[in-house]
């Protein structure tokens, strides 16, 4: 595969199973000092995955779930923000500006943050009340996987996700299972970047536990890391507006989850069979998971598409386009 | 001014500033009886116009407040949504099958709904416990101060919106002032629409309680109503992606709020300045609200930019188009 080193994936893959010890510890040590609310809080691709969590809980979780921008949040507060409130955080470097603004502005108010963090040492961390390492040198899978861990045991403590331990269980098998789709997928990716890569505009479509999937992709990497031109719509939004933009020759990208929302990206499928010829439907449903119960499917289709899309799709494009993806032309280079 | 009907524009607003006492009742009902959260849920314009609530709402009241799109919350439910919530839903037509639809769920399972509805006798009202009859021929401003006079009523009688009394007196001038907002952007509207009506791809950034506006206005009316290709994105977001779209000849139109995020949109105009020569910034705080307070003003420029984009900039891309306002090829034309 291209760009893939698949000893030093399943290593990270690994390495990143190995918290689920401490991502336990941590999530008991919350349970015990008890909450009222959760709030997700941070910025661009780190909220984007949280997103999906989000969606996820709400059919979940009786507690109250709550997702903001950091840069917003320190602006405005949230009234139902406090200090029995517990905010989850994250940031692959560590230093992402607005969120380590936001974790000191919650550090000075008493609200207790859990953070993902992808750097040693880095200035998140020292911020943070908890900290989960997020070790792995890339992969967003690996995020959600230590998310999800998070997540899902503070809800088994409240008997809210009874197979927590089957599902933590199982989760070893996942890295092994997205080494699979990945090569399943090669050549398709080969194939949608080698048709698509010149195109000036694409339509993304998901929807639900889907949607942060949608957003991460076509903005932090179509046009972040590509400069293509892109349109990110909910599957039902889309047909609230940007479905008059279909025509035969607008590609569509439409991602498939596997939750209860999927009748929604059904019916996109459906219009845009009829009025595009450049329909690309990523089905996570055509990925198997060896070893993980099906009830668990809908939980992990985000990281089977994240790992076709950011570590697959994306270098396919850069191949194409000749457009090395860690080239910025304004983001991070100088202060703005 | 194009296309406007100053008379039928002002009777719009007298009829709906009518309904003040209608709704002050609803409210009055709704905090008697009691609600644990609310939520609201629509779809497209309907849900867009709610999410700058939403987003006043969260620093104003410890009522925990959801947004849901009506198509997803029927699939998956919400463990926030119970018989203790009440449900806000609008539809101009009154017949939005998305929103019929979820009115009838909410019925079902026991959930209070109070609905804005733009047409008598529509099934929408059949199926609400409360209709604030929407009867203004046009103007979303019309459907803001409906949903202000509600939401605030709620809040002052929870003493929350203490100026409650003040605001609402102040608002029956909101309509007069609006027309000389038109009066004023109306050559401006004129310039932007005969400069960038061509334009085959726009950018629309804003945040907080602007953001329904930029979501609104660029898929349900640039997209949906010209065809023409859009990305919207937040200004907290836009750093984190789009901004590497950016370029000379690049449009950008940024729409200034008033509130507390305000300076993340400084930030955005101040980026753009330098990277492109197509900045386009709708500031509502070049409008005047005589009459009005200032404290009011961050909550009611989303009134100010919905009728200078909503109802003045589409018609003058309209008259540079020449693509109908009123015509689609795939929206309520044939079952989808």
């Given at each position: 595969?291209?760009?893939?080193?698949?000893?030093?994936?399943?290593?990270?893959?690994?390495?990143?199973?190995e918290?689920?010890?401490?991502?336990?510890?941590?999530?008991?040590?919350?349970?015990?000092?008890?909450y009222?609310?959760?709030?997700?809080?941070?910025?661009?691709?780190?909220?984007?995955?949280?997103?999906?969590?989000?969606?996820?809980?709400?059919?979940?979780?009786?507690?109250?779930?709550?997702?903001e921008?950091?840069?917003?949040?320190?602006?405005?507060?949230h009234?139902?923000?406090?200090?029995?409130?517990?905010?989850?955080m994250?940031?692959?470097?560590?230093?992402?500006?607005?969120?380590?603004?936001?974790?000191?502005w919650?550090?000075?108010?008493?609200?207790?943050?859990?953070?993902?963090?992808?750097?040693?040492?880095?200035?998140?961390?020292?911020?943070?009340?908890?900290?989960?390492?997020?070790?792995?040198?890339?992969?967003?899978?690996?995020?959600y996987?230590?998310?999800?861990?998070?997540?899902?045991?503070?809800?088994?403590?409240?008997?809210?996700?009874?197979?927590?331990?089957?599902?933590?269980?199982?989760?070893?098998?996942?890295?092994?299972?997205?080494?699979?789709?990945k090569?399943?997928?090669?050549?398709?990716?080969?194939?949608?970047?080698?048709?698509?890569?010149?195109?000036?505009?694409?339509?993304?479509?998901?929807?639900?536990?889907?949607?942060?999937?949608?957003?991460?992709?076509?903005?932090?990497?179509?046009?972040?890391?590509?400069?293509?031109?892109?349109k990110?719509?909910?599957?039902?939004?889309?047909?609230?507006?940007?479905?008059?933009?279909v025509?035969?020759?607008?590609?569509?990208?439409l991602?498939?989850?596997?939750?209860?929302?999927?009748?929604?990206?059904?019916?996109?499928?459906?219009?845009?069979?009829?009025?595009?010829?450049?329909?690309?439907?990523?089905?996570?449903?055509?990925?198997?998971?060896?070893?993980?119960?099906?009830?668990?499917?809908?939980?992990?289709?985000?990281?089977?598409?994240?790992t076709?899309?950011?570590?697959?799709?994306?270098?396919?494009?850069?191949?194409?386009?000749?457009?090395?993806?860690?080239?910025?032309?304004?983001?991070?280079?100088?202060?703005?």
């Amino acid at each position: 595969m291209l760009k893939f080193d698949e000893q030093l994936y399943l290593k990270d893959g690994k390495t990143t199973y190995e918290t689920r010890g401490k991502i336990e510890q941590i999530a008991d040590e919350i349970s015990k000092e008890g909450y009222k609310n959760i709030f997700f809080i941070s910025v661009g691709g780190s909220i984007a995955i949280m997103l999906p969590v989000v969606e996820m809980l709400k059919q979940l979780t009786d507690v109250p779930i709550y997702a903001e921008q950091a840069a917003e949040v320190v602006l405005t507060g949230h009234r139902q923000l406090t200090k029995d409130s517990i905010v989850i955080m994250s940031s692959k470097s560590g230093d992402t500006k607005e969120t380590v603004r936001a974790a000191e502005w919650c550090k000075e108010n008493g609200y207790r943050v859990v953070s993902l963090v992808g750097t040693p040492d880095a200035p998140l961390e020292k911020l943070s009340r908890w900290v989960i390492p997020n070790r792995a040198k890339d992969g967003v899978e690996f995020e959600y996987m230590e998310l999800f861990m998070l997540v899902f045991r503070l809800l088994a403590n409240r008997n809210e996700f009874p197979k927590y331990n089957q599902f933590a269980d199982q989760l070893e098998k996942l890295p092994e299972n997205l080494v699979k789709a990945k090569q399943k997928f090669e050549p398709i990716a080969d194939e949608i970047a080698k048709n698509y890569y010149n195109e000036p505009y694409n339509i993304w479509v998901g929807d639900g536990e889907m949607w942060g999937e949608v957003y991460l992709f076509s903005m932090c990497v179509v046009e972040e890391m590509q400069w293509i031109r892109t349109k990110a719509v909910s599957s039902s939004e889309f047909f609230h507006g940007t479905l008059e933009l279909v025509s035969d020759n607008v590609p569509v990208f439409l991602v498939k989850g596997e939750g209860k929302r999927r009748v929604l990206d059904e019916r996109v499928e459906k219009f845009c069979k009829q009025y595009t010829k450049k329909l690309v439907v990523i089905d996570t449903k055509d990925y198997e998971l060896e070893g993980i119960d099906d009830d668990f499917r809908w939980i992990l289709a985000p990281t089977i598409s994240t790992t076709l899309l950011v570590d697959r799709l994306a270098f396919h494009y850069e191949k194409y386009t000749g457009h090395d993806l860690d080239i910025r032309r304004y983001y991070r280079q100088f202060d703005y």
